[in-house]
Every structure is written in C-alpha cells, then in structure tokens.
C-alpha cells in the first residue's frame, strides 16, 4: 500500500519562509509525478508545484512561481518531496497535500490538477500570521 506522509507545516511571519517534506513509500512506478497541493477554508483544493520523477521538469502555480520551489529524490524505494516557501503571505495559508500519480502525459488532466494524481497524504497546517 503506497504511503504519503507530510511533515514541515506550522507558523511563518508574512515575508518569512518554511520548508515543508514529504515521503512517499512503496510507489512502484517508473514513471511518475509528484507535488503539493493546497486548500484554504472555502476554496477548492489547488496544485502549487509538481515535478516529474522521470525527467525533473516543474509546473507552478502563477501564484507561487519565483517564491516556491519543488524538489524530489527517490533513493531506495523512497521518494522525498520538498516545498521550500519564502515571501510567504496571507494567501498562501492552506493545508498542503503532497500527492504521487501517473508522469505528466500520462495523467487525467493537466499537471497541477489534483484528479491527475492517486495518492495524498493526510495534509499539514501553514499558517501565515504576524
């Protein structure tokens, strides 16, 4: 059974940063996708920053581009994924999902749309706040 475990989220200052991790266990693909995701109270839930295992090509959100940064590693069955926020701001403050599905081309959807992807960790708080 794949495994998605978030960890990382908390308090951050507007204009501060935070780093949030991630460790998807037991994905037997070749050739997947993984990334984060993000919902704030009464929206919908929205891609942020994905990233191919295959080839390491990243789609972002408008909203997020310059400030984020997704990276991955997968080494002995573990795949790690890492969100690296600065100029963080009151719109950025959501619970964020990391997610592993299908490579891009091989998804239902485009890359940031999370019915592209099959496995989701449970979420971890950001909270934004001076």
């Known amino acids: 059974q794949v495994q998605v475990v978030e960890s990382g989220g908390g308090l951050a200052q507007p204009g501060g940063s935070l780093r949030l991790s991630c460790v998807v266990s037991k994905l037997e693909w070749d050739f997947y996708a993984v990334g984060w995701f993000r919902q704030a109270p009464g929206k919908e839930r929205e891609g942020v920053g994905v990233i191919s295992g295959t080839d390491g090509s990243t789609y972002y959100a408008d909203s997020v581009r310059g400030r984020f940064t997704v990276t991955s590693t997968r080494d002995n069955g573990e795949i790690k994924v890492y969100l690296q926020m600065s100029s963080l701001n009151a719109e950025d403050a959501a619970v964020y999902y990391c997610?592993?599905?299908?490579?891009?081309?091989?998804?239902?959807?485009?890359?940031?749309?999370?019915?592209?992807?099959?496995?989701w960790g449970r979420g971890t708080q950001v909270t934004v706040s001076a």
């Open positions: 997610a592993a599905g299908r490579d891009f081309g091989l998804q239902v959807g485009a890359p940031l749309a999370p019915i592209g992807y099959d496995y």
